[in-house]
């Protein structure tokens, strides 16, 4: 089996619950490694589909960050008052979306994977740098629909994942389109500036796991969270991955990180186990 693909639900068990949020037109089977693994420690998990994700690029064109966020939300009304705690968890804009959640309802740990306010990367070319001047124009008809296609090395230092998302993003990640429409990128960037307007208020235990060498973002990205949260943030750096870290060569680390972010909230938690 691949390893992205496989239904979540029968690790849906215990009193904790998890949520995982998967990327921007990604889709909730990139986090079946981490699901499995916070299952395996004897947590509930749930891993949402993001409003306008799982079809095409019109269905995202018509959404943007609030419509992602609501998504959360209501799979927190839903599901919470079942569970003694709920924790997040979420790659990149689903991170970002996971931190929002905590603004508005009641979250014990956040864990943020690559979060991303610039896209600064080593990989990255010098015209996304205009992003927070160009986004309004990003929306318009004409433009909003224009997709900017994923491009090596995809996020992945693992070279066997690299090899598997050049031939498609859906050989990695079964679902998930192939590049990024301009009004999604920009609202990726609202997003952004909303969670560091937010930070300052933040009263939910924060964890931030970060590649060095990650090639969308650079780590000043994850210190600028840090910097800004009105609580005390934890910074996990991973010296051999690049932006996908819940998926790429440390992939236990990023389990182990998340574990520890629930266990510090979580009287009587055992310790995480070394995930290899």
């Not at 992205?4 to 990604?26: A, P, Y």
């Not at 018509?62 to 799979?75: E, F, G, Y």
């Not at 995809?154 to 994942?161: C, I, M, P």
């Amino acid at each position: 089996m691949n390893m992205m693909t496989g239904d979540l639900s029968h690790e849906k068990t215990g009193r904790d619950l998890v949520i995982l949020v998967h990327g921007l037109t990604g889709m909730p089977a990139e986090m079946r490694y981490v699901a499995r693994k916070m299952a395996q420690h004897g947590l509930a998990v749930e891993t949402p589909l993001l409003a306008g994700h799982g079809h095409d690029y019109a269905a995202l064109i018509a959404t943007d960050w609030r419509d992602w966020l609501d998504s959360l939300i209501r799979l927190y009304d839903e599901k919470a008052t079942a569970y003694e705690r709920v924790h997040v968890a979420g790659i990149c804009v689903g991170g970002l979306l996971g931190f929002m959640l905590a603004q508005k309802r009641a979250i014990a740990s956040c864990t943020v994977y690559s979060p991303l306010f610039a896209f600064d990367g080593w990989a990255m070319k010098a015209h996304y740098a205009i992003i927070p001047l160009a986004w309004p124009l990003m929306y318009l008809p004409g433009l909003r629909a224009h997709v900017v296609e994923e491009s090596h090395p995809f996020g992945l230092k693992d070279e066997r994942l690299r090899e598997l998302a050049a031939t498609s993003q859906e050989a990695l990640i079964p679902g998930a389109l192939e590049g990024m429409p301009y009004k999604s990128l920009a609202g990726s960037w609202r997003l952004g500036q909303a969670v560091l307007r937010a930070a300052p208020d933040n009263r939910t235990p924060l964890t931030l796991v970060h590649a060095r060498e990650d090639d969308i973002g650079s780590l000043s990205n994850a210190h600028r969270l840090r910097e800004a949260s009105g609580v005390s943030a934890r910074l996990v750096v991973l010296e051999n991955s690049y932006h996908m870290v819940h998926v790429d060569q440390e992939r236990g680390k990023v389990v182990a990180a998340t574990l520890e972010a629930i266990h510090a909230v979580m009287p009587g938690f055992a310790e995480p186990a070394s995930d290899a």
